[in-house]
């Protein structure tokens, strides 16, 4: 299977604690994006990277969050001091690059904070 | 920035017939317009796009209509099966590449 995997796919936490979820791109893509989805909602975007470089990061990634793309093929999410509110689906996509390009998702990784 | 608004949230069909669900977006720079099917535990998957320059696309059993003037795009499924039951996302993108989603429509699809 040559698609976008993330890993873990569910994890649960308490509050507080650090988590860092890895997403694999497909290889031939050069930008990688991370959006969040909660229950009943459309994606939400978050951060993207083209190659290793951050070029765009949403005012919903707190302090808290950080992403990054070391050698512009996987990408890790941390999400430093949880806290409940982070309880959501956590979705990587990758794409070529340009506007028109399509947006190819993983299966997500699922985070519960207790 | 780009705000996209998707309704109904939630439709029932009988199997055979066809859905219709809709979108409007806020941005007139917006010039690509995705639909993604999600199913129970999976990531949004591309079904079918459009660009800006164009105002119909068709594949199979399903259908996307662009009105740029009255910024607003549609998904026709047509012949609707059991298996078509899922959460659909319709997406707008600017050139800044940071794509919106609608809230989704959960279709569910009567056999």
């Known amino acids: 299977d040559t698609g976008v995997s993330q890993d873990p796919r569910h994890k649960i936490t308490k509050r507080g604690q650090n988590v860092t979820f890895r997403c694999d791109p497909i290889?031939?893509?050069?930008?990688l994006y991370w959006y969040r989805q909660t229950l009943g909602q459309g994606p939400e975007f978050l951060t993207y990277f083209q190659n290793e470089a951050q070029l765009e990061k949403s005012r919903l990634l707190s302090d808290r969050f950080s992403a990054e793309r070391p050698k512009g093929s996987f990408s890790t999410l941390e999400i430093q001091r949880t806290e409940q509110g982070d309880s959501a689906m956590y979705l990587c996509a990758s794409s070529f690059i340009g506007a028109t390009s399509p947006l190819h998702f993983g299966n997500g990784t699922r985070l519960t904070v207790t | 920035g780009e705000n996209v608004e998707q309704h109904p949230s939630t439709l029932s069909v009988q199997e055979g017939d066809s859905a219709v669900i809709k979108c409007t977006y806020s941005d007139s720079a917006s010039n690509y317009f995705p639909w993604y099917k999600q199913e129970l535990g999976k990531g949004p998957q591309l079904i079918i796009d459009?660009?800006?320059?164009?105002g119909e696309k068709k594949d199979q059993r399903i259908a996307v209509t662009l009105n740029k003037t009255a910024k607003h795009f549609s998904l026709h499924i047509t012949e609707t099966q059991p298996e078509d039951s899922a959460v659909y996302f319709c997406a707008a993108r600017t050139n800044n590449n940071d794509m919106r989603f609608g809230a989704g429509t959960r279709l569910t699809v009567k056999p």
């Open positions: 459009i660009r800006s320059n164009v």
């Open positions: 290889s031939e893509h050069n930008r």
